[in-house]
T-cell receptor, first 117, second 110 residues
Framework: SAVISQKPSRDICQRGTSLTIQCQVD?????MFWYRQQPGQSLTLIAT?????????ESGFVIDKFPISRPNLTFSTLTVSNMSPEDSSIYLC??????????????FGPGTRLTVL | RKEVEQDPGPFNVPEGATVAFNCTYS??????FFWYRQDCRKEPKLLMS???SGNEDGRFTAQLNRASQYISLLIRDSKLSDSATYLCVLMGDSWGKLQFGAGTQVVVTP
């Protein structure tokens, strides 16, 4: 499987500020995804980050709030903009491992634990 | 109705015993099915994909029942290290989009 790292691993931020989370993969992958896991809940897909095109956002998530970059096949960023305490969550990136296309297996980064005061 | 439903548990299991639990899904067009495990404050880790014919990986057995729209996970000879939350995950009709259940908590006790 791919080795995935995220920065920062955790942060505490003031409301109204923005935080950019980085996701780095040790291999080139076509599809990268950003998820959110709010306290006590399961994962919810925010958007699909595709290299060379704009991210595709899920219902309830918009580009102005969660801008995403995907400059190459090994890197992506997610920005949480104009944060409020409701944005306190774990943010995870995942990749679809290219050798397992037939089963669409995804592997997750370690997550970024965000607390907004 | 939720798209992916799981019994939240917890399932308290004596070490060495067998535990099994199901997950039901509502989208009959779902294409791929997985079990992930998530330890406290960690990211989900892929446990196994679920094949149409059912599959086994060591002490873990997964089954898929498309007619009744559920998948199951059975853990034999439970170890203390099996304590975790098990997430039922499926990919529907949108490529790459995974849908997660809320998880089933398993607690293996000595």
């Amino acid at each position: 499987s791919a080795v995935i790292s995220q920065k920062p691993s955790r942060d505490i931020c003031q409301r109204g500020t923005s935080l950019t989370i980085q996701c780095q993969v040790d291999s080139q992958v076509t599809m990268m995804f950003w998820y959110r896991q709010q306290p006590g809940q399961s994962l919810t897909l925010i958007a699909t980050a595709n290299q060379g095109s704009e991210a595709t956002y899920e219902s309830g998530f918009v580009i102005d709030k969660f801008p995403i970059s995907r400059p190459n096949l090994t890197f992506s960023t997610l920005t949480v903009s104009n944060m409020s305490p409701e944005d306190s969550s774990i943010y995870l990136c995942s990749v679809e491992w290219p050798d397992r296309l037939s089963y669409n297996e995804q592997f997750f980064g370690p997550g970024t634990r965000l607390t907004v005061l | 109705r939720k798209e992916v439903e799981q019994d939240p548990g917890p399932f308290n299991v004596p070490e060495g015993a067998t535990v099994a639990f199901n997950c039901t899904y509502s989208n009959s067009a779902s294409q791929s099915f997985f079990w992930y495990r998530q330890d406290c404050r960690k990211e989900p880790k892929l446990l196994m994909s679920v094949y149409s014919s059912g599959n086994e990986d060591g002490r873990f057995t997964a089954q898929l029942n498309r007619a009744s729209q559920y998948i199951s996970l059975l853990i034999r000879d439970s170890k203390l290290s099996d304590s975790a939350t098990y997430l039922c995950v499926l990919m529907g009709d949108s490529w790459g989009k995974l849908q997660f259940g809320a998880g089933t908590q398993v607690v293996v006790t000595p």
